[in-house]
């Protein structure tokens, strides 16, 4: 080969090592970032991150800048600090759900829709609402609720979406409502940010979420939420049918059927008793009433 093209090929090799070293620490640095605030935040300011890390405070700018797009980071406009975004919440809900929660939860949401002749589902939450993980429809009933998997719906008028997000941290719950909004389906759809703050706090009282004709009219559910070792939330279990078959016993029955299911699934995935949150007291506020 001749010395003149030998030096180009070198030079272009060169090229692209720089190239593919200077993409590998950019990644370093991004990395660096969220690792430090998700240790030291929950917000932390331009100035004080880059001093951190020993960082220019232009790159970390730039880092920050490009970790928004992918919904990683968040800006709060009241400060201009930054914070974790849902989207790393989503992703870790995921890792857990791939190893586990799936696998583990579907043979008890083949004997709960045989039990309670309804249609079951696994909720977890996601940046643009409430997903439907996984779902058994009812053999006994035509008429049934059937979300896709994958689906999506909304967190603040359903059943497994209420049971979600009163085990949320109110700015998770604020952040949810705000980027999805509180659209009424129905008249029977709670749609006042602080109402649903008070049926929330009833929920986490009771241990289940009830919703009736919110979504769509004639639909009804019950859920309860499903926590693993620690007593953090993952997702919530639910069951959904008619209206007609959600009233009085036959509603206690469904009621009793999903809090025993959501805490036998916690228990498979090592949930210990003493490690479910306590209940607490406070002002509710009862949309059924």
Request: glycine fraction near 8%; aromatic fraction near 6%; proline fraction near 4%.
């Amino acid at each position: 080969m001749p010395a003149a093209l030998r030096r180009n090929k070198s030079l272009r090799s060169g090229v692209r090592r720089n190239s593919h070293a200077g993409s590998s620490k950019s990644l370093q640095k991004a990395l660096r970032l969220l690792l430090h605030l998700g240790e030291y935040g929950p917000e932390m300011g331009l100035t004080q991150l880059a001093a951190e890390l020993r960082l220019n405070k232009a790159t970390v700018h730039r880092l920050l800048n490009a970790m928004q797009r992918f919904e990683f980071i968040e800006r709060n406009p009241d400060n201009d600090r930054y914070r974790l975004g849902l989207q790393l919440y989503q992703l870790g809900c995921r890792a857990l759900e791939s190893r586990t929660l799936r696998s583990e939860a579907h043979r008890f949401l083949v004997e709960l829709a045989k039990r309670c002749k309804e249609s079951v589902s696994i909720a977890v939450p996601g940046t643009e609402g409430i997903v439907c993980l996984d779902r058994v429809d009812s053999q006994d009933f035509i008429i049934t609720a059937r979300t896709p998997v994958g689906g999506r719906f909304p967190a603040h008028c359903t059943a497994t979406g209420k049971a979600i997000l009163a085990h949320l941290p109110e700015p998770e719950v604020r952040a949810i409502i705000d980027r999805n909004g509180m659209h009424m389906f129905t008249s029977n759809t709670i749609n006042r940010y602080a109402n649903l703050l008070q049926n929330l706090a009833l929920i986490r009282h009771e241990g289940h979420s009830q919703e009736s004709g919110e979504l769509e009219r004639g639909l009804s559910g019950v859920a309860a939420p499903i926590f693993i070792r620690g007593g953090q939330m993952i997702a919530s279990l639910g069951i959904a049918g008619p209206t007609q078959r959600f009233q009085s016993s036959d509603l206690k029955e469904k009621i009793d059927l999903v809090t025993d299911f959501a805490a036998r699934i916690s228990k498979a995935l090592g949930t210990r008793a003493s490690q479910l949150p306590v209940p607490a007291l406070s002002n509710f506020y009862d949309p059924f009433s």
